[in-house]
């Protein structure tokens, strides 16, 4: 208790405060705004938590992750377009009310949504995480390389167009984790004679290339300014007593849903928000009411994408494995902070992870008033030239990519990763499994070579026990259960 009362007594000082109001509102902001998001604004922000101290970044951090998810409701509901994918089902029957005159209703019960997905489910993380890192500290390198392993196949699973794009990405990204010094033997790996590249590739300019440039690139090159549509004007936030009171069991019933799918690594708010609102469908009286129109629709998928926050925060707590491409940012900039993360977290650094919850708890009432008082402004957010916006973003990312170490080499490197996210979304190539196999290349390679080095029967080790042989088959079905499910597709008919 002790040391809950030192988390919040740094909390509730009035300059953090600030920070959290601060953060949570500019991630409502960028999440509101179709082509941004949370995890950009996360981003764009990293370089400048360089000279804040740990508990200070990581405040502000986690509040613009909150702040993110739950503002992508907001171009949903009042265009049509939704701010990030965690509410592509939310614009289904959100903008469907709008055109009805009913937008006010919609972002209402988004408003409350949001709130109620977020905070029971960062309470349940606070006690789950605790749990299952007391397990983790039980286990060895083998059981963690296998884990790491999963975590990515899992990812790449969800690669829609191609199953062999997902790994081409995922290589990628282990790849960009080989330059630099071998953690293991200290061997200088193409580096090619770069003294910028012996530590290795900064996450920085590499995500803010990949994931912010990219995004903002290839969002302007798409958009038509002729087309840009007009948001309705919104009067003051209503108390949606009983819209609560109607839908109290879809509510329960997508907060279980969003949590389950957001403890899955990889997985998402994205995925947690569209199986929600599929099943509020396939559980309603009236599913042909769906997609006209109605508030069932829009409680589903908020409830749903922010209970995900929590589940996510479990393995990215606990084990150090991030639940989603937005906590995958997160655990680079607790690494680039000097953070150690793992199931070490709670014993070693207990004063960062408790406060990693109670700063998500406030966020999330922070996200809550905010989007209370500030509803009427709404329309004003989703109104800004696009043409200034993405400009003035990419010049963020170069001042936040040189101020990290005022070197012009990371300018450079930054201008390639850029090019090479530009070409990967011309391939169609997931950024989600690049992300995730950049944050846990090392993770992997390390364990690799400890369980390689701890035992003598090689890489049997790592299927003689109990734990990471179960987790390494699991990743082999996660590859090969979809060519064997359309492989007996192909045959059923053969035996009608």
């Given at each position: 208790m002790s040391i809950i009362s030192e988390v919040l007594l740094f909390l509730l000082h009035p300059v953090n405060l600030l920070l959290i109001l601060g953060g949570s509102t500019l991630g409502v902001v960028f999440g509101a705004i179709p082509g941004l998001s949370g995890g950009l604004c996360i981003m764009l922000m990293l370089p400048l938590t360089f000279s804040m101290d740990v508990t200070t970044a990581i405040t502000f951090l986690m509040s613009i992750y909150i702040g993110g998810i739950s503002g992508g409701c907001i171009g949903s509901i009042l265009?049509?377009?939704?701010?990030?994918?965690?509410?592509?089902?939310?614009?289904?029957?959100?903008?469907?009310?709008?055109?009805?005159?009913?937008?006010?209703?919609?972002?209402?019960?988004?408003?409350?949504?949001?709130?109620?997905?977020?905070?029971?489910?960062?309470?349940?993380?606070?006690?789950?995480?605790?749990?299952?890192?007391?397990?983790?500290?039980?286990?060895?390198?083998?059981?963690?390389?296998?884990?790491?392993?999963?975590a990515v196949i899992l990812v790449i699973t969800?690669?829609?167009?191609?199953l062999y794009k997902g790994l081409i990405a995922a290589a990628l990204g282990i790849l960009c984790t080989c330059i630099g010094i071998a953690p293991i033997d200290g061997a200088m790996r193409f580096t090619y004679g770069n003294t910028y590249l012996m530590s290795g590739l900064n996450l920085t300019y590499v995500f803010m290339g990949i994931f912010a440039t990219r995004n903002i690139m290839v969002e302007f090159a798409r958009k038509d300014p002729s087309k840009d549509a007009k948001p309705e004007a919104v009067t003051r936030f209503k108390w949606?007593?009983?819209?609560?009171?109607?839908?109290?069991?879809?509510?329960?019933?997508?907060?279980?849903?969003?949590?389950?799918?957001?403890?899955?690594?990889?997985?998402?708010?994205g995925l947690s928000n569209i199986t929600a609102y599929a099943q509020a469908k396939n559980a309603s009286k009236e599913p042909e009411k769906f997609g006209t129109g109605i508030v069932d629709g829009v409680f589903a998928p908020e409830v749903a994408n922010n209970a995900s926050t929590g589940g996510a925060l479990i393995p990215f707590l606990a084990l150090g494995i991030p639940g989603d491409t937005s906590t995958s940012y997160l655990l680079g900039g607790l690494t680039l902070h000097g953070v150690i993360t793992g199931p070490r977290l709670f014993t070693d650094y207990s004063f960062l992870a408790n406060l990693i919850l109670i700063a998500c708890i406030i966020a999330g009432l922070m996200v809550l008033c905010t989007e209370i008082v500030g509803?009427?402004?709404?329309?004003?957010?989703?109104?800004?030239?696009?043409?200034?916006?993405?400009?003035?973003?990419?010049?963020?990312?170069?001042?936040?990519?040189?101020?990290?170490?005022?070197?012009?080499?990371?300018?450079?490197?930054?201008?390639?990763?850029?090019?090479?996210?530009?070409?990967?979304d011309f391939g169609k190539l997931p950024t989600a499994p690049f992300a995730l196999a950049f944050v846990l290349g090392k993770l992997l390679e390390t364990n690799l070579r400890r369980g390689l080095s701890y035992s003598d029967t090689g890489f049997m080790s790592f299927l003689t026990r109990p734990v990471s042989c179960v987790l390494l088959l699991v990743a082999v079905w996660s590859l090969i259960s979809p060519y064997v499910k359309l492989h007996i597709s192909k045959v059923k008919p053969t035996y009608k």
């Open positions: 265009l049509g377009i939704p701010g990030c994918e965690s509410s592509l089902a939310t614009t289904y029957d959100g903008y469907a009310m709008t055109k009805k005159g009913e937008c006010v209703r919609a972002l209402s019960a988004a408003v409350v949504a949001n709130f109620l997905g977020t905070i029971p489910s960062v309470l349940v993380a606070s006690i789950a995480a605790r749990s299952l890192a007391r397990m983790a500290m039980k286990v060895g390198p083998w059981e963690f390389f296998a884990l790491g392993v999963c969800l690669s829609k167009d191609n949606p007593t009983e819209d609560l009171r109607n839908n109290k069991w879809n509510i329960i019933r997508s907060w279980f849903t969003g949590l389950w799918i957001g403890f899955l690594p990889g997985m998402g708010a509803m009427p402004l709404f329309p004003k957010i989703l109104g800004v030239p696009y043409q200034y916006l993405y400009s003035a973003i990419i010049l963020l990312c170069i001042i936040g990519v040189y101020s990290s170490e005022k070197l012009m080499f990371h300018v450079f490197m930054f201008l390639i990763f850029s090019v090479v996210g530009v070409v990967m």
